[in-house]
């Protein structure tokens, strides 16, 4: 499997722009998480899905964010309308199931700038 | 609720040196604990994990043990090398309480020289 893929890997752009940020989780996985991280704050879980329904929204900091999983192989995170604050890197994962001791498997990230 | 406390860096040490870096955690249940690595530019990727008290996880030369007396999970390498520098993050998973989620420790900065 190649793994958890994300897309675009760097992406700049204005103020108030909509930024929408993709990612394939690693099949046969049942959770998706979305992650967002810089230096002031750290790693911080936004959203995550099982079996593409989302479960814990309680991370996305406001209206301006939305993530969505119409399948079990896709799932994006839109920013609309950007801010420069959003600046991060943010990161997905997928982990099989609930199992206590599984793991989560990280893309590679996608590093925003918003200018 | 849950937290990770991890000791606070950056962490600069010479090759060859003995790496500690603490992590100690609260938990309302019995969770599993995990040490991620995360190498510049990449995504953080699973270093070792332990499942129940006493365990010792241990890859790479890296060795971390469960201790619930002092509920702590220190990351310990005997002699580290340049390729190690990276950030090094602590995690655990409480199913009772929070399902397939982690909770994340700040991540500690790792510089080796050679």
């Known amino acids: 499997d190649a793994g958890v893929i994300q897309s675009p890997r760097h992406e700049v752009t204005e103020m108030g722009q909509e930024v929408t940020l993709r990612c394939k989780p690693i099949?046969?996985?049942?959770?998706l998480f979305w992650y967002r991280q810089t230096m002031m704050r750290g790693l911080e879980l936004l959203i995550y899905f099982n079996n593409n329904v989302p479960i814990d929204d309680s991370g996305m900091p406001e209206d301006r964010f939305s993530a969505k999983m119409p399948n079990a192989s896709f799932s994006t995170l839109k920013i609309q309308p950007s801010e420069p604050r959003d600046s991060a890197v943010y990161f997905c994962a997928s982990t099989p199931n609930s199992g206590l001791g599984n793991i989560q498997y990280f893309g590679a990230g996608t590093r925003l700038s918003v200018l | 609720g849950n937290s990770v406390t991890q000791m606070e860096g950056p962490v600069t040490l010479s090759e060859e040196a003995f790496l500690t870096i603490n992590c100690t955690y609260t938990a309302t249940g019995y969770p599993s604990l995990f040490w991620y690595v995360q190498y510049p530019g990449e995504g953080l990727q699973l270093l070792l994990k332990?499942?129940?008290?006493?365990d010792k996880g241990s890859n790479k030369g890296f060795e971390a043990t469960y201790r619930k007396e002092t509920t702590s999970f220190h990351l310990e390498k005997g002699s580290v090398q340049v390729s190690d520098s990276a950030v090094y993050f602590c995690a655990l998973r409480d199913g009772e309480t929070s399902g397939s989620r982690l909770t994340f420790g700040e991540g500690t900065q790792l510089t080796v020289n050679p």
């Open positions: 332990a499942t129940k008290a006493d």
């Open positions: 099949s046969g996985h049942d959770y």
